[in-house]
C-alpha cells in the first residue's frame, strides 16, 4: 500500500526551465492540475506528499504551503539518503522523477516493491525503469497523472 509520494520539483512539478535574473530565480511555473491532484487527490486518498529536490527555492516553498505539503527537503545532493531518513519502508513510496539524479531513489524503491514514475519527456534511463509514464510532460500534469493512476491501483 502507498503512503507517501515522493516527488522531484523541477522536470517533474515544473518545465525543467530555471528562469534566473540578477537576482537569482524569478520564478517557476507550476501546473494547477498538478496542485489539484495533491491537495486534493493524494491527501483525501491518506498519501502523505514530500519533495525532495536538488535545487533550493522560495518559490518551491511558497507552493508546497498552498499545497499542505509539510515533508519539504531542499538543497539535497543525495536525495536516497534524505529519503531513507525520512521514510522507514521504501516499499510504501511512489515516486516520481524525471532524471540521472533520481535514478538512485528510484531504484532503491523499484527493488523495495514501491512504485516509479515519470513524465513523458524524463531522461531515458528514467523512462526505462518506470512503472509508470505519464501522458504528459514534466509541468504539465504529469504529477496529476500518477496520483489518478496511483489511485486508481
Known sequence: MIKYLVMDVDGTLTDG???MGNDYELYKAFNIKDGCGIHEIALSAG???IIITGRESKIVLN???ELGINEIYQGVRDKLETLSSVVNELSTVAYI???INDLLCMQAIKTAGGIIGCPKDAAKRVIELADFIADHNGGDGAVR?????L???
Open 17 to 19: 526551465k530555471i528562469y
Open 151 to 153: 489511485v486508481e491501483q
Open 47 to 49: 498519501i502523505v506528499p
Open 145 to 149: 497523472d500518477f496520483i489518478e493512476w
Open 63 to 65: 507552493r508546497c504551503r
Open 97 to 99: 522523477g524525471d532524471d
